[in-house]
């Protein structure tokens, strides 16, 4: 073997050799998330403003919601601290792939953020397509909505919006360039009713106390989960399956629900609820 020769082949291992160190690197750090929580006694879970999960109060700065009880609930099970960390929804994957955060609550796993970041089977909770509409307009039925003169409120480019244009042809969709505007507008009566998922209605209720929320058939329920980091070892995405399933089937993720609805003063017996067997009643 000539001189070449023999540096291609160190230059070759040298480099094999670190591919080697760093996949064992990585396997180390990502596989061992339940370990390092229950080492360092802190289970960090990302919070960003989006109430009713997330909730930052303008003077004291506590964060407060569903997502925060949730995570209190869990790390009380797991016998450590919970341990809010700021962050937002666009950015709340990259904080989970860096380790910034352990967990992010109500994150959606659409199949785009599944490709990057992983998701326990269970769902936490569900959430429907709904409405809050003005005193005596009652939508049993989405059909109910789909005439020329009801008109109904959307924020632009949302879901809610691709969604309603397509279920209400008839209806008159006025559209809004975020959830405040389409609320204010329901609130000075230049719409019939506003369209969200009914977890934000309820909020936006709880500010104007004005209207009711409704969920019309056929009711459009969506599951919402918890994105982790994707690990070798799965062993914290798959306890928190088995959380899951424990506190929906127990009823207390409901319980938790109801509990912050009555922060906010609301009745949670006369709202709906956050379990797919109550949304498809």
Sequence with gaps: MNVLSRFAALRRGFFVGLAC??????????????????????????????DPWYYRDPVSGQWSGVGVLVGEQIAKNLGVKMVPVETTWGNSVAGLQSGQIDVMFVLDATEERKRAIDFPTTPLLWYAQGILAKEGLVAKNWEDLNKPNVRVGVALGTATDRDLTKRLPSAKIERFTNTDETVAAFNAGRVDAIGFYHSVLVIAYSKIKKGSVQIPQPVVAIPTSAGVRREQDPSFRDMLDEQFKKMYASGQTQALYAQYLKTKGLDPDKLPGVTKETLER
């Design 21 to 50: 160190l760093g996949l064992l690197a990585g396997t180390s750090s990502h596989a061992q998330t339940l370990q390092k929580v229950k080492q360092t006694g802190e289970l960090r879970i990302g919070v960003a403003s989006g």
